[in-house]
């Protein structure tokens, strides 16, 4: 078996695909970025001491490559390149940038999403690699509403953000390059934490909302009740659903899939069967954020006379704007054919508020150059 090339792989999604794919003995090199403070060796062997600590043996180690996505030739020598050449034959593609909105063409998320797109694409031109794996997002749906099948892709949709437009425009990249002779797909709807340890070492989406409702909640004082009364109303109704999806069960099925030819080639939307209703993501964040007293306005009813607080949620929580809707119906008919036995878990109350414990305990940061002991006992 050739070497499966991975960028992203110190991401949320990525470090869990390389604990996956190193597990099932496959051959891993990855490209990263150095930091300010670390190369990117050091990056990987603190991601790797860390998976090491949690399943109490030591997993194989990729060949690292420290490059970027954005430089010609992923600003990798000719050496490099020579050996990418000889000995990696697939790409799984999944770094990207999560900015929701840009300022300009050239800045985030176009340059990472469709300019790190092109540049990863020549690369496989150049290197003769045909194999491809990209990590699409379900949301290149952008604001459809209806059943969502895993075959659609450009129908004259509006999305919903700059990152959804960049995804999408990343997907027709990939779909239209004629050198890629095998692609596949993957669409994940919004990650959360790992399902069995709450670990996360990123806090967007979901997490933004408790961060910020925790964080306002921790300015002021509770109640004789010990919690905190915050007459507060949201912009919902209750009813809306929303695809949260574990991290280890994303990259669980990934895996799954890339080590099994024969489901190659698809797109795959990986999305829970039972989303969670926006009623239980408001209980999980009153409780977690020990507040009382807020009520459903309505699904986007604007506020007469915000208070302080909803003004300073709402102000905040912009970014996520077409996130606070209703999703779509997404068919994850691919998922389920082709890893039946690998059902999302269920995300009820208490697993929510177990995830959300974690962020706060985490107090919403993370730092692999600290050394860690998570969830280790
Ligand atoms: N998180 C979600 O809810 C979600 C949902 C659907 C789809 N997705 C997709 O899933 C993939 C992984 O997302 P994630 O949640 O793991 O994101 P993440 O935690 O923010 O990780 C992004 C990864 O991309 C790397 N990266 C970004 N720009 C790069 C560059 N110029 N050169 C090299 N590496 C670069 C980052 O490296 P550094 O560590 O150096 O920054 C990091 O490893 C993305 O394609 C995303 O669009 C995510």
Redesign the pocket.
Same mark, same amino acid.
């Given at each position: 078996m050739g070497y499966h090339l991975i960028?992203?792989?110190?991401?949320?999604?990525?470090r869990y695909l390389i604990r996956d794919l190193a597990s099932a003995g496959v051959p891993l090199a990855v490209?990263?970025?150095p930091?300010r403070r670390m190369t990117a060796d050091q +990056?990987i062997d603190m991601i790797m001491g860390f998976w090491d600590d949690q399943m109490g043996r030591e997993l194989p180690r990729p060949v690292v490559l420290e490059?970027?996505?954005?430089e010609e030739n992923l600003g990798l020598s000719t050496k490099q390149l020579e050996w990418v050449s000889q000995n990696v034959d697939r790409v799984l593609?999944?770094?990207?940038?999560?900015s929701f909105y840009s300022t300009s063409q050239e800045s985030e998320p176009w340059?990472?999403?469709v300019g790190?797109v092109k540049k990863v694409l020549d690369f496989c031109k150049t290197t003769g690699i045909k194999k491809f794996d990209h990590?699409?997002?379900?949301?290149v749906c952008g604001l459809r509403t209806g059943r969502i099948m895993e075959s659609d892709v450009d129908v004259g949709q509006e999305p919903g953000n700059d990152?959804e437009r960049s995804?999408l425009q990343a997907e027709l990249l990939v779909r239209g390059a004629e050198h890629i002779e095998s692609l596949t797909v993957f +669409?994940?709807?919004?990650?959360i934490g790992d399902s069995k340890t709450g670990f996360t070492?990123?806090f967007?989406?979901f997490y933004a909302a408790l961060q910020l409702g925790h964080t306002l909640t921790q300015m002021q004082t509770p109640d004789e009740t010990g919690r905190l009364y915050a007459k507060s109303r949201f912009t919902l109704d209750g009813d809306e659903s929303k695809n949260l999806i574990p991290v280890d069960w994303v990259s669980a099925v990934m895996a799954y899939i890339i080590t099994h030819p024969k489901h190659h080639g698809k797109t795959y939307h990986l999305t829970p069967l039972n989303p969670v209703q926006s009623r239980l993501v408001h209980d999980v964040l009153q409780w977690t954020c020990n507040f009382y007293g807020s009520e459903f306005a309505g699904a986007g009813v604007e506020l007469e006379d915000p208070s302080e607080v909803e003004r300073l949620f709402y102000d905040h929580i912009r970014v996520y704007n077409s996130y606070w809707r209703d999703d779509p119906v997404f068919d994850s008919t691919n998922t389920q054919t082709a890893a039946p036995h690998l059902p999302c878990p269920h995300i009820d109350r208490e697993l929510l508020t177990r995830l959300s414990q974690v962020a706060i305990d985490m107090n919403f940061s993370w730092n692999d150059r600290t050394p860690h002991r998570f969830g280790v006992t």
């Amino acid at each position: 078996m050739g070497y499966h090339l991975i960028t992203g792989a110190t991401g949320l999604l990525g470090r869990y695909l390389i604990r996956d794919l190193a597990s099932a003995g496959v051959p891993l090199a990855v490209l990263v970025r150095p930091t300010r403070r670390m190369t990117a060796d050091q +990056r990987i062997d603190m991601i790797m001491g860390f998976w090491d600590d949690q399943m109490g043996r030591e997993l194989p180690r990729p060949v690292v490559l420290e490059g970027n996505i954005n430089e010609e030739n992923l600003g990798l020598s000719t050496k490099q390149l020579e050996w990418v050449s000889q000995n990696v034959d697939r790409v799984l593609h999944s770094a990207a940038s999560l900015s929701f909105y840009s300022t300009s063409q050239e800045s985030e998320p176009w340059r990472s999403n469709v300019g790190g797109v092109k540049k990863v694409l020549d690369f496989c031109k150049t290197t003769g690699i045909k194999k491809f794996d990209h990590v699409s997002t379900a949301y290149v749906c952008g604001l459809r509403t209806g059943r969502i099948m895993e075959s659609d892709v450009d129908v004259g949709q509006e999305p919903g953000n700059d990152y959804e437009r960049s995804k999408l425009q990343a997907e027709l990249l990939v779909r239209g390059a004629e050198h890629i002779e095998s692609l596949t797909v993957f +669409r994940p709807a919004i990650i959360i934490g790992d399902s069995k340890t709450g670990f996360t070492n990123t806090f967007h989406g979901f997490y933004a909302a408790l961060q910020l409702g925790h964080t306002l909640t921790q300015m002021q004082t509770p109640d004789e009740t010990g919690r905190l009364y915050a007459k507060s109303r949201f912009t919902l109704d209750g009813d809306e659903s929303k695809n949260l999806i574990p991290v280890d069960w994303v990259s669980a099925v990934m895996a799954y899939i890339i080590t099994h030819p024969k489901h190659h080639g698809k797109t795959y939307h990986l999305t829970p069967l039972n989303p969670v209703q926006s009623r239980l993501v408001h209980d999980v964040l009153q409780w977690t954020c020990n507040f009382y007293g807020s009520e459903f306005a309505g699904a986007g009813v604007e506020l007469e006379d915000p208070s302080e607080v909803e003004r300073l949620f709402y102000d905040h929580i912009r970014v996520y704007n077409s996130y606070w809707r209703d999703d779509p119906v997404f068919d994850s008919t691919n998922t389920q054919t082709a890893a039946p036995h690998l059902p999302c878990p269920h995300i009820d109350r208490e697993l929510l508020t177990r995830l959300s414990q974690v962020a706060i305990d985490m107090n919403f940061s993370w730092n692999d150059r600290t050394p860690h002991r998570f969830g280790v006992t």
